[in-house]
């Protein structure tokens, strides 16, 4: 069965400083893996998806993934993080039998 | 604007009530599903319908009930067999049916039993 671990619970990062939230995933087959973000009280919104084409992915609000396979690792990174980017952010992977896992959630927080 | 609809945004109930949850959309999505969020944990699937009269189980599918009389409207019953039923529902849509990631979500029913 495939599953994703995001490494950080938490994460706190200056207004204008990169962002990395990390992600590791499990899985037998080469898969489809996506990344949300859930801004407090609301629903999730997808932020971008890998599926088998470009390792680097490019998301909304300048948000990048890259997919590693050698790593097993989808790491979802921003190169200058504003205050509007606090929020809980979520690694997804699509399994085999079309059902999504989700990962336990990344909580960002941005200081000004 | 198109989109999906969750009501109420806020319950409280007794215990051995049962409470059911709205989610309409008008995104003329065939598939639908309900999950159930805790702190701390991702979100885990009760339910999920591909077309109207026909709906499936998730993984935690226990104590809840739903159905999918038109393709717009996704209701959700807690009933009182639910444990614990003190969570973050939310609904989603699909545009091409189960098999895909691309999920959009309303924006959730936070259910508090008393």
């Known amino acids: 069965a495939q599953s994703v671990t995001q490494l950080d619970s938490h994460v706190s990062v200056s207004e204008g400083t990169p962002v990395l939230l990390r992600c590791n995933y499990s899985s037998s087959y080469s898969p489809s893996l996506f990344w949300y973000v859930q801004h407090p009280n609301k629903g999730l919104q997808l932020l971008l998806k890998y599926t088998s084409a470009a390792t680097l992915v490019k998301g909304i609000n300048g948000f990048e993934a890259e997919f590693k396979k050698s790593e097993t690792s989808f790491h979802l990174t921003k190169p200058s993080a504003h205050m509007s980017d606090a929020a809980e952010y979520f690694c997804v992977v699509l399994g085999q039998d079309y059902k999504l896992s989700f990962g336990a959630g990344t909580t960002v927080t941005v200081r000004a | 604007d198109g989109g999906i609809t969750q009501s109420p945004k806020y319950l409280f109930r007794k215990e051995g009530q049962n409470v059911t949850l709205s989610c309409e959309q008008n995104l003329n999505h065939d598939a639908m599903y309900w999950y159930r969020q805790d702190p701390g944990q991702g979100l885990r699937l009760i339910y999920y319908s591909q077309i109207v009269n026909d709906f499936q189980k998730g993984d935690i599918a226990e104590g809840y009930s739903v159905s999918r009389e038109k393709k717009e409207s996704f209701p959700l019953t807690v009933t009182s067999a639910q444990k614990n039923p003190t969570a973050f529902y939310l609904c989603?849509?699909?545009?091409?049916?189960?098999?895909?990631?691309?999920?959009?979500f309303g924006e959730g029913s936070r259910l508090t039993v008393l």
């Open positions: 989603a849509s699909s545009i091409e049916g189960v098999g895909t990631g691309e999920l959009f």
